[in-house]
């Protein structure tokens, strides 16, 4: 967190700034930039993650994760979302409101 406050620009505005471009832009850092790294973590998902098991979602945004979590047919349990920015929180919401954790605005 530290290192967070010393950043030239306010963390959370950058999050507000750049909200709604952040599902538009998903496919670049999933298909080109990280793909391997998305690999993984579908891998660790199915592979890793118990049956029922608990998922806490730290950073998560608008619920990337979670998308990821169902596209996959992972059987989770419980799901908490969270994420210091109110507007990527507003967009998991409205997408998985069938889902009652798909953003908590909770802070340490």
Same mark, same amino acid.
């Given at each position: 967190? +530290?290192?967070?406050?010393? /950043?030239?620009?306010? #963390?959370?505005?950058?999050?507000? $700034?750049i #909200?709604?471009?952040?599902?538009?832009?998903?496919?670049?850092?999933?298909?080109?930039?990280e793909?391997? +790294?998305?690999? /993984?973590?579908?891998?660790?998902?199915?592979?890793?993650?118990?049956?029922?098991?608990? #998922?806490? !979602?730290?950073? &998560?945004?608008?619920? +990337? *994760?979670?998308?990821?979590?169902r596209?996959?047919? #992972?059987?989770?349990?419980?799901?908490?979302?969270?994420?210091?920015?109110? &507007?990527?929180?507003?967009? /998991?919401? +409205?997408?998985?409101? !069938?889902? $009652?954790? /798909?953003?908590? *605005?909770?802070?340490?």
């Amino acid at each position: 967190m +530290a290192l967070l406050q010393e /950043a030239p620009i306010s #963390v959370p505005s950058l999050y507000r $700034a750049i #909200v709604s471009y952040d599902e538009k832009a998903a496919f670049i850092w999933q298909d080109r930039l990280e793909h391997g +790294a998305y690999v /993984a973590l579908d891998r660790a998902f199915l592979t890793r993650l118990p049956a029922g098991g608990r #998922v806490l !979602d730290l950073g &998560g945004g608008t619920g +990337a *994760n979670l998308e990821r979590l169902r596209a996959l047919q #992972v059987w989770f349990g419980s799901y908490e979302g969270v994420d210091l920015s109110p &507007g990527m929180l507003a967009q /998991a919401r +409205a997408k998985f409101k !069938d889902v $009652a954790t /798909a953003g908590s *605005n909770r802070r340490t």
